[in-house]
């Protein structure tokens, strides 16, 4: 029997995981995904990836390091997660990921450090004010590359751990159709990726440290990131529209009449096949790719996150979430960008990341 | 405690004479069958929507503004016979499966023996994992505190014997609380009663919820819930 209901009171529940969460999940992702085409240059040493593998290490230490910090602040207050490691509880991925955060950060920079090493012995060895603490940060300078290898390895046990469970932190919660999907952790892995590539194409420009060669590579892998996350996005909303999977279809039908939601996925959808055609025809515009890549990896997680809690769990309806100015909003997000910037100030002021440099580290 | 607890308030009235009468054996005490499984019944031929419940529930437990614990949704239905309100009180279900407890990552969410699911508020860093897992948005983060927020079946009045507040006020006597343990309980003779009417919210998603309707519209329940129709509720009698 067909009703027509209209509803006269009812309650709306705010979004309680906060664009902190999104800016987390955004982070922790291309950390993991810039550590991993770190590997070909630093410790396969392919030289043709000597140079992206640099700066892709770059971003995977800013967003590793600023990305536990926003997942902090969404606590409402930091001290709290001492309580993760008081009062474990390993029914629940989020506490499991409480302690494959730390495994990955500090592999991630036991393997930056042994990868620097050499070049910061060298930076000791050259004279200078700063000499001293060039050569004590080197340790002996020593180039080992088993024990690279080793942290390298380390770093890839937790990076997967860390991609696995924010993955199955979301996708097991059947109360939002939306997430409740095998097809959304495959969704935060490939876009971690594309955006890790959008990062290191920034990060090239921003150190002054393009080359053809590494553009085009760069621009190789983004197109093949691409197509695979516009694939998973294609595949995911046809298992809705065929009813193959319940909670595809059920998302499906909540979302598909919200105006706010459609427009923010079409046009997350529209700046992927942008930079998919620009990378293909426009490939010297790195600056313009890079950024649009960020944004597109951004919008889904947004789309995502944000878009799917303003479905109401307990009748009809849709919140159109409204991003506030203050620290739970702009501010927050903000926040966070200036601590990536200070640190990413901090990191280039003291240590190289350039092409010379890189070569000079991968020679010695 | 049960004994006293198993009145919703009209019934409550109707034995005051009695009840005045047995005054020294108000404070808590175990149910007949030992360990309580407590539970709320709601029956929405009852219930006329002046948000009494609400309000009560407010003032008892301190919600902070625009939030809730317990309210009653309102709605216009129109269908082949007729035009009508429709009301729906909603709350914490207790559900029997809670989804919220095993996502806890700190296990601050917990359910008890007598089947109050608790919010250890010491422990909860307001991660909002349980208020993202709970099917039937019985949770919420507390602005005044950044913790899990939720109903708790008013644990420490029922812990007094008393009732919970928004059964203690409700003007129509639509909700019933009670022992389900206990085979004398007024919850268990309206459930009996009322047998194959009694439904549950989302009973698809398997959480086995505590809190009962009687009179929930199949034909509108489905869109009103947020899930799919619903077949009559297995009610889980632990003991009696």
């Not at chain 1, 989020?94 to 090493?117: D, E, H, Q, V």
């Not at chain 1, 426009?282 to 990896?297: D, E, K, N, Y």
């Not at chain 2, 216009?76 to 709350?91: A, C, I, N, Q, W």
Request: hydrophobic content about 50%; glycine content about 10%.
């Amino acid at each position: 029997m067909n009703a027509d209901i209209v509803t006269i009171l009812s309650t709306r529940q705010d979004v309680s995981w906060l664009p902190w969460a999104v800016l987390y999940f955004f982070l922790i992702g291309l950390s993991v995904a810039a550590f991993v085409l770190s590997v070909p240059g630093i410790v396969l040493r392919r030289g043709s990836w000597i140079g992206i593998s640099r700066r892709a290490l770059l971003g995977a230490v800013l967003c590793g390091v600023t990305a536990p910090l926003a997942l902090l602040s969404d606590l409402h207050q930091p001290g709290r997660f001492l309580n993760f490691y008081l009062h474990s509880n390993f029914s629940s991925w989020m506490a499991w990921g409480a302690y494959f955060i730390p495994l990955y950060l500090c592999s991630l920079l036991l393997y930056s450090w042994l990868a620097l090493r050499p070049t910061l012995a060298a930076m000791g060895a050259q004279g200078g004010s700063a000499t001293r603490w060039y050569a004590r940060l080197a340790y002996g300078g020593h180039d080992s590359r088993t024990a690279l290898a080793a942290a390298a390895l380390l770093a890839a046990v937790g990076g997967l751990l860390v991609f696995v469970y924010t993955g199955m932190e979301v996708m097991i919660l059947r109360s939002r159709p939306l997430w409740h999907t095998p097809m959304l952790p495959l969704l935060f892995v490939l876009t971690a990726f594309s955006g890790a590539i959008g990062m290191v194409h920034v990060l090239d420009r921003m150190l002054n440290a393009v080359t053809e060669d590494a553009t085009r590579r760069l621009n190789r892998l983004l197109v093949a990131a691409q197509v695979a996350v516009l694939t998973a996005n294609a595949a995911w909303l046809a298992l809705g529209l065929a009813g193959w999977s319940a909670s595809g279809a059920q998302a499906w039908s909540e979302l598909a009449g919200v105006g706010a939601w459609r427009y923010a996925a079409a046009w997350a959808g529209t700046v992927t096949l942008v930079t998919l055609w620009l990378a293909r025809r426009r490939p010297a515009r790195g600056l313009l790719i890079g950024v649009l890549t960020l944004h597109s990896a951004w919008m889904i997680r947004w789309t995502i996150l944000i878009g799917g809690q303003g479905v109401s769990r307990i009748g009809e309806g849709y919140s159109a979430y409204q991003l506030p100015l203050g620290f739970d909003g702009v501010l927050g997000l903000l926040g966070i960008a200036g601590l990536w910037l200070a640190l990413y100030v901090v990191l280039i002021s003291f240590l190289p990341w350039d092409n010379r440099a890189a070569a000079q580290g991968a020679a010695s | 405690m049960s004994d006293v607890c198993d009145l919703q308030r009209r019934g409550l009235l109707k034995a005051l004479p009695a009840l005045a009468a047995g005054a020294a054996s108000l404070p808590a005490q175990a149910g007949p069958q030992g360990q309580p499984h407590w539970a709320m019944l709601i029956d929405l031929r009852e219930c006329v929507g002046c948000q009494a419940c609400t309000v009560a529930c407010v003032m008892e437990n301190q919600v902070p503004r625009d939030s809730f614990r317990t309210s009653v949704f309102t709605y216009v239905v129109k269908d082949e016979s007729g035009t009508g309100t429709y009301m729906l009180p909603r709350l914490c279900n207790h559900c029997e499966k809670p989804p919220c407890v095993p996502v806890c990552p700190v296990g601050a969410t917990f359910k008890r023996d007598d089947g109050i699911v608790m919010v250890d508020g010491e422990r909860c860093v307001g991660c909002a994992y349980c208020v993202q897992a709970c099917p039937y948005e019985a949770r919420f983060i507390n602005h005044d505190t950044g913790k899990a927020d939720k109903c708790t079946f008013c644990a420490h009045r029922v812990e007094a014997g008393l009732l919970p507040a928004c059964v203690e006020t409700c003007v129509g006597g639509a909700r019933v609380f009670g022992d389900l343990n206990n085979p004398g309980s007024e919850i268990r003779r309206r459930l009996a009663a009322a047998k194959g009417q009694v439904k549950t919210l989302k009973p698809e998603h398997g959480t086995r919820p505590n809190v009962f309707y009687v009179g929930l519209d199949q034909s509108v329940q489905q869109r009103l819930s947020g899930g799919a129709a619903t077949a009559p509720a297995e009610i889980p009698v632990i003991g009696g």
